[in-house]
């Protein structure tokens, strides 16, 4: 396994790309906290290490990625995260984003479909910094029955239309943060619910992420 280790220069790097992130729009100062907090190398294969901290996104395993920071900015902002709150992630990826969901101080559920990057995480040492965060290996489609309503979901992967499942386990007054289309390019959409349960839509700008697909995926190695 690889050593994890956080340097000035990496310190510093992380500031410059909070400086970025505030520039392209993020005002929310939680968000841009724990993004300078995180060491984002340490999601990234090591052979990246230099340019960690550009503002983009990379390839994780299993043609996989990270998304770019200014994404994960842009999503955690729109779901005006308050402490304690339960929150559902679709798209474990990297941990990345569970990680300033968590440091924010909600109350992690993510759910990832490819088994080699679940398997992943559950050595990946720097998460044991999270002990709250829950790792679920299944279909975001079908969201977690057992542990909803939620406060908050967060979709990190591109969604041909909105799942109606995860609309029904947000709580009335929960919102919901996706992007959806079926092309290269999403709007992001974010859905709250109000409390007779009835769902509004807003929509905020484009972004290009990885699809989000049906079922679970298994590769024949792992
Ligand atoms: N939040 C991640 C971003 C990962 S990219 C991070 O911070 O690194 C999107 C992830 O969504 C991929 O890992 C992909 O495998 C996963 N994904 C796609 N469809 C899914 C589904 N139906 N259920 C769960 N995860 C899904």
Not at 89 to 100: D, F, I, M, N
């Amino acid at each position: 396994m690889r050593a994890l280790s956080d340097s000035y220069r990496h310190k510093g790097l992380r500031k410059q790309l909070v400086e970025l992130i505030r520039s392209k729009g993020i005002t929310d100062d939680r968000v841009l906290a724990a993004i300078s907090e995180i060491p984002r190398h340490y999601f990234i294969d090591s052979a990246f290490d230099q340019i960690a901290y550009e503002d983009r996104a990379f390839p994780i395993a299993e043609g996989q990625t990270i998304s770019q920071p200014y994404t994960v900015a842009y999503q955690t902002q729109l779901l005006e995260i308050k402490p304690h709150e339960k929150v559902l992630e679709v798209g474990t990826g990297s941990a990345y984003q569970a990680c300033v969901l968590a440091l924010m101080g909600a109350q992690v559920f993510t759910i990832e479909r490819q088994k080699q990057l679940y398997d992943h995480n559950k050595q990946f040492s720097y998460l044991r910094n999270f002990p709250g965060i829950r790792y679920f290996f299944g279909d975001g489609y079908q969201g977690l029955p057992t542990f909803a309503p939620f406060d908050k979901i967060i979709v990190t992967a591109a969604a041909p239309a909105i799942p109606d499942k995860l609309v029904e386990q947000l709580k009335p007054g929960g919102k919901m943060v996706i992007p959806v289309g079926e092309g290269k390019v999403q709007q992001m959409l974010r859905i709250y619910k109000d409390s007779e349960g009835v769902a509004q839509e807003e929509v905020f700008d484009n972004f290009s992420f990885v699809p989000m697909l049906q079922g679970k995926a298994q590769s024949p190695k792992s």
